[in-house]
């Protein structure tokens, strides 16, 4: 594998996930893959999870690891080619991300979508950049329109915790009230529906998703409805995609948020959230304590996945 932007990146999920179950057994045993090869991880947005998940995978195979925060100690970084640069923007994309790439082996970007304008956002223009000037292999930490290393944690999650082969898996909107990306639902959309599983989506009207994520999955505007019967609810706030609203908050119901209640019509469901989650916005602390929330080895999981890309690239070097 070069670069891993997306689930077609990974080849067969069902390899893919032996693979993960292997690693995660002995997460040393390929140390010697990453000796003297380096991994500059560059965040242009916040992180808690993926900085030290995919940070510790790299330690586990061995290798060096830089960590660049753009927005705190670099020069601030002009996106747009063209533009007069009179502003505060001391620096281009396109000059630094050469000079970057002369520094590593292997790139992490993580740059969220701006919600500015949908067509950039939904083009990767910061990630397709970094794959085009680089010279190195490039994979997303999180970019504008998918969460790919936490989609996969997500499908390990669910392989070890499912008690069917085919479970029902429910990803419900909740309500947030900040404007949230669509990275993490569309990816975990288009991660599922590379499944067999029965997968739902439920929202308020207004928060339909891209189609090209959403494809063949079902589609409930009744959250209850949803709930019935479900093995697995993820729980996800978004912002509107549609136009007008693209990147707005259009609804705040409360009576959207994640509660005891409604995970009593589920078959006994598993409660999973990509975290930071808001409690009692996104889902009461009651659920979310509960012994069926599985938020915590979830995100243990990110090693694993972000361990099992790095691994394939490094072997691909
Ligand atoms: N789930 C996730 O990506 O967490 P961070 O934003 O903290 O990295």
């Not at 560059?42 to 940070?55: A, C, G, H, V």
């Not at 599985?294 to 243990?300: G, N, Y």
């Amino acid at each position: 594998m070069r670069h891993f932007t997306n689930v077609k990146d990974l080849g067969n999920l069902k390899e893919a996930v032996k693979e993960a179950l292997e690693v995660k057994k002995n997460r040393f045993a390929y140390k010697h893959l990453g000796k003297d090869k380096t991994l500059l991880m560059l965040f242009f947005n916040s992180s808690l999870r993926t900085r030290l998940s995919t940070q510790k995978a790299a330690m586990n195979l061995g290798m060096n690891v830089i960590v660049l925060d753009v927005n705190q100690g670099a020069w601030k970084l002009e996106t747009e080619r063209g533009v007069v640069m009179d502003g505060d923007k001391s620096e281009h994309l396109l000059e630094a991300i050469p000079v970057m790439g002369n520094y590593c082996d292997i790139i992490g970007v993580r740059a969220f979508a701006k919600f500015e304008n949908k067509e950039d956002d939904y083009q990767e223009k910061i990630l397709s950049q970094f794959i085009q000037y680089s010279g190195r292999p490039v994979f997303s930490m999180e970019a504008a329109t998918r969460h790919p290393l936490q989609s996969f944690a997500d499908l390990i999650t669910i392989e070890e915790y499912k008690q069917k082969e085919r479970p029902k898996v429910v990803m419900s909107w909740a309500p947030h009230p900040r404007a949230l990306p669509q990275a993490v639902p569309n990816s975990f959309a288009e991660w599922m529906n590379e499944t067999d599983y029965e997968f739902v989506i439920t929202h308020p009207e207004g928060y339909e998703l891209a189609p090209q994520f959403t494809g063949n999955a079902r589609i409930e505007y009744d959250q209850r409805k949803a709930f019935e019967g479900a093995d697995f609810i993820y729980a996800k706030n978004w912002a509107a995609y549609a136009d007008p609203n693209y990147g707005k908050v259009i609804n705040t119901d409360r009576r959207w948020t994640v509660d005891a209640e409604k995970m009593a019509l589920t078959n006994n469901a598993y409660f999973m959230h990509c975290l930071p989650v808001r409690r009692n916005m996104i889902v009461t602390d009651e659920v979310i304590e509960s012994p069926r929330s599985i938020v915590i080895p979830e995100a243990a999981n990110r090693e694993i996945s972000a361990q099992v890309v790095l691994k394939r690239i490094l072997e691909n070097l």
